[in-house]
C-alpha cells in the first residue's frame, strides 16, 4: 500500500508540473494571440484597428492547430521537444506539445471574451481620448475578466484531459500510471486510482475557477 501511494503521489506531481506549466505557456502565448485577433477584426465585430488579411492568416493558424489530434501533435512535436529540451519523452518534454495544443483555445477564449464587452463601454473610453493600447490594458481586459477567468478553467481541465493522454506515450503523470501499472500489469487499483485523483483535481478547479469568477462578477 505505502509502494502504491507513493507511486501515485509522484505522478500526481508530475501532472500538476505538466499542467501548471502548460497553462501558464498557453496563456503567454494565446491571451496575446487572442487580443490580435480581436482587435484586427472588422469593426462591426468590435475590432479598435481592423486588418482582415492579418486576422484571416491568424484564424486559419489557429483553427489548423485547434484542428489536430492531441495524440497526433504530440508526435509531431517531438523534435521540437527533443531540440528544446534534448529529450522527446517525460514530464518535461510533454509540457511542450501541451502548451502549443492548448495556446490556440485559450486565444478564441480570450477573443470571445473580448467581443461580449458592452461596445458603449468601448465608445466610452475613445471619447475620453483614451489610445487602442489604453483601451486593451484598462477597458477590454478588465471588463471580460470574469470570462477570461472563467475560459481559462476550462482550458486547465482540458490540459488534464491532455495530460492523461500524454502518458500513453511516454509523457509521465497520472496517465502513464494508469497504462504502466494498471492496464499493462493487470492492476486495475492504479486504474482507479488515477481516475479518482483526476476527478478530484478537476472537481476543485472547476469550484475554485467558479468561486474566482463570481467573485470578479460581483466586483463590477
Known amino acids: 500500500m505505502d509502494r502504491m501511494l507513493s507511486i501515485v503521489f509522484t505522478s500526481t506531481l508530475e501532472t500538476l508540473e ?3 506549466f502548460s497553462t501558464i505557456f498557453s496563456v503567454v502565448i494565446g491571451l496575446p494571440l487572442g487580443i490580435i485577433l ?13 486588418m482582415p488579411v492579418v486576422n484571416q492568416i491568424l484564424s486559419r493558424i489557429v483553427n489548423i492547430l485547434r484542428s489536430f489530434p492531441f495524440i497526433i501533435l504530440i508526435i509531431l512535436l517531438m523534435p521540437l521537444s527533443r531540440l528544446i529540451l534534448g529529450t522527446a519523452i517525460g514530464t518535461e518534454a510533454t509540457i511542450v506539445p501541451l502548451s502549443i495544443a492548448a495556446a490556440p483555445f485559450v486565444a478564441r477564449i480570450v477573443e470571445s471574451a473580448l467581443k461580449e464587452i458592452d461596445p458603449g463601454v468601448i465608445q466610452a473610453a475613445r471619447a475620453m481620448g483614451s489610445t487602442n493600447f489604453q483601451i486593451i490594458v484598462k477597458v477590454m481586459i478588465p471588463e471580460s ?3 477570461l477567468v472563467s475560459g ?4 486547465v481541465i482540458n ?11 511516454g509523457g509521465g503523470g497520472l496517465g502513464d500510471l494508469a497504462i504502466r501499472y494498471g492496464y499493462q500489469r ?10 479518482v485523483v483526476i476527478l478530484i483535481m478537476v472537481e476543485l478547479i472547476q469550484v475554485i475557477g467558479n468561486k474566482i469568477s463570481n467573485h470578479l462578477i460581483a466586483k463590477r
Request: proline content about 7%; cysteine-free.
Open 159 to 169: 490540459l488534464i484531459g491532455y495530460s492523461a493522454m500524454a502518458g500513453a506515450l
Open 152 to 155: 481559462i478553467t476550462l482550458t
Open 18 to 20: 505538466m499542467v501548471v
Open 38 to 50: 480581436q482587435i484586427t477584426d472588422s469593426e462591426e465585430h468590435g475590432g479598435l484597428k481592423p
Open 145 to 147: 475578466m470574469p470570462s
Open 186 to 195: 493487470f492492476n486495475p487499483s492504479y486504474m482507479v486510482a488515477a481516475v
